[in-house]
């Protein structure tokens, strides 16, 4: 045993926080469960033995429990909830009657190692967390039918509240998040059909793009491999190659990707007898610096547009300023406004 910090909310609402004593908790074999956060994953590390000889994957998560859950979270029907670092425990309002309430456990919530973005993490952070509830849909509908879901609505209730206003990784959507996450990512182009060494039975191109409005997230950075058949083995591939794609979303990511490349650069044109200097020179070329005044201009737009938006008068008429400015030539103008 060991003190643990303990927060505890009533009516979903934050009343004390505590060093205490946790005492072990036994959870039952029934909570011995693995919730996805993504499907490719989840087959990979469940699969269970219903009947002899039978074997199937399980729905853990279907739609109408997420929405009821959500629902219930936006409602405030949870009564009463405590959390540690690696425990959760929580009374929820029952939707069929409201005079009863369902005890959840969610064991294994908050990552430890931060919150999972590569595969292996996520994997190993959905074989160690697990859940438990009281509710019929729970205990029974999740060990004996098929088309069902183990995760019931309380205990989404509670992974909702976790999501929008605890640590908990977001795997979940809302509905308003939704649309968003489902529109059509706007590529842009950065560079295109880059050759790369060919191969025996293709040949190798690669594309460099940005991703805007991808999936909810953030502008991404992103690299497309596309393979075309040579001609001896065209018919091995009718339908063609489908290209590969590999998205950056961490701009701290890209900024080792960009130092690894500019290492590897240096390294190519050592190779090929350049000088120190003409290698420095090469590098240097590759960021060309800017005026004071564009310096001045980009902070400034930084500024206005984090603090009244893009599309604020103030920021519309520095964007005008810098249309007007004598100090700064055409490409500097063009790079300035490209951001809007």
């Known amino acids: 045993m060991s003190a643990k910090k303990v927060i505890k909310y009533e009516n979903q609402v934050k009343v004390s926080e ?4 946790c005492h072990p908790l036994r959870l039952a074999p029934a909570s011995k469960l693995v919730v996805p956060i993504y499907y490719d994953c989840l087959k990979e590390i469940f699969e269970y033995e219903k009947k002899p000889s ?12 997420l929405f009821r859950g959500y629902k219930i979270y936006k409602e405030k029907k949870i009564c009463e909830l405590t959390k540690t670092q690696s425990d959760i ?6 939707v069929s009657d409201p005079s009863k309430t369902h005890n959840v456990i969610i064991k294994g919530w908050l990552p430890l190692d931060g919150i999972p973005r590569r595969r292996y993490e996520i ?21 004996y039918r098929s088309n069902t879901s183990i995760i019931c609505h309380h205990i989404a209730a509670v ?9 908990m990784p977001k795997f979940l959507l809302t509905p308003e998040e939704r649309g968003r996450w489902y529109e059509k990512a706007k590529p842009e182009e950065l560079l295109t059909h880059i050759d790369c060494l060919p191969m025996k039975r293709f040949s190798q191109f690669l594309n460099v793009l940005l991703l805007r409005d991808y999936k909810g997230i953030p502008t991404s950075f992103s690299y497309s491999i596309h393979r075309v058949p040579n001609i001896e083995y065209e018919k091995e591939y009718p339908n063609g190659i489908p290209p590969v794609w590999a998205t950056i979303t961490e ?20 190779s090929r007898n350049v000088s120190t200097a003409g290698i420095m020179a090469s590098i240097q070329s590759l960021v060309p610096g800017h005026s004071n005044a564009y310096r001045y201009y980009a902070e400034r737009l930084r500024i206005v547009r984090h603090k009244h938006g893009r599309k604020s008068t103030t920021y519309r008429g520095l964007i005008g300023a810098v249309k007007r400015s004598k100090k700064l030539n055409n490409k500097e103008k063009k790079d300035l406004i490209g951001e809007v």
């Open 123 to 143: 994997i190993k952070y959905l074989e160690e967390l697990t859940v438990s509830c009281d509710c019929e849909d729970f205990v029974i509908n999740g060990k």
């Open 54 to 65: 039978l074997f199937s994957q399980h729905l853990l998560f279907l739609d109408d429990r």
């Open 159 to 167: 992974f909702w509240f976790l999501m929008q206003e605890g640590e």
């Open 251 to 270: 701009p701290d990511d890209v900024a080792k990707v960009i130092k690894a490349s500019i290492k590897g650069y240096a390294e190519m044109l050592a």
């Open 18 to 21: 505590k060093e205490t004593i």
């Open 89 to 94: 425990r929580a009374t929820v309002r029952s």
